[in-house]
């Protein structure tokens, strides 16, 4: 079932109204753009996600794989600590199963270490982080290409094609890249990596 925000869209282009406007556009629903786009929204932003993808999360692709708070939490800074338990409570709730140990192999020489780690079940984490999302007025726009934007004064207009509602223009206050490496984002806005391919590894 369609939400109200979904209904207006539909309206608004039917209309011959293609321009859309939100506070924030955020291009991408993995974990980080799903995350941005609940903690955004229950602040109380009008936020627009943007996604190719036809159901947020699936088909899942990479990132199910997380190591054990006490593994890596002396690497944080004491201010991030508090918000990483709390996204690790969400983590729990999807765990599908544990490790003890890991084997990683370079060149054909393997190594077995302790390291306690968890998997898991991405696909339906996301989809409930955007459910929430949602619940506080976020708008996702699945089976949505971004084609670039460009900064004006005041914002940034976007221009998405989506497979629903044709080509739309986003008028944002805010822009975020949340899809991943190499981001189409940062491309179309003159962003360069200093890295690189062959100096990143993908998990």
Sequence with gaps: ???????????????GMSRLSADILIVGSGPAGSLAAYELSKLGYKVIIADMKRCAGKPTICGEYLPELSEIEDIFPNEGLKYLKSLY?????YITNKTKETTVE??????TFKFKGFIIDRGS???HIIKNAEDYGATPLLSTIFRGCKRE?????????????????????FVIGADGYPSTVAKSLGLHFTLKTEDIAYA
């Design 125 to 127: 984490m996301i989809s």
């Design 153 to 173: 004064e005041g914002g940034y207009k976007s221009k998405v094609l989506s497979r629903e509602l044709g080509e739309l223009l986003v008028e944002s206050k």
């Design 106 to 111: 370079v060149e054909g020489v393997s190594r």
């Design 89 to 93: 409570e969400l983590y729990r709730g």
């Design 1 to 15: 079932m369609f939400k109200y925000t979904h209904l207006k869209f539909y309206y608004l282009v039917m209309m």
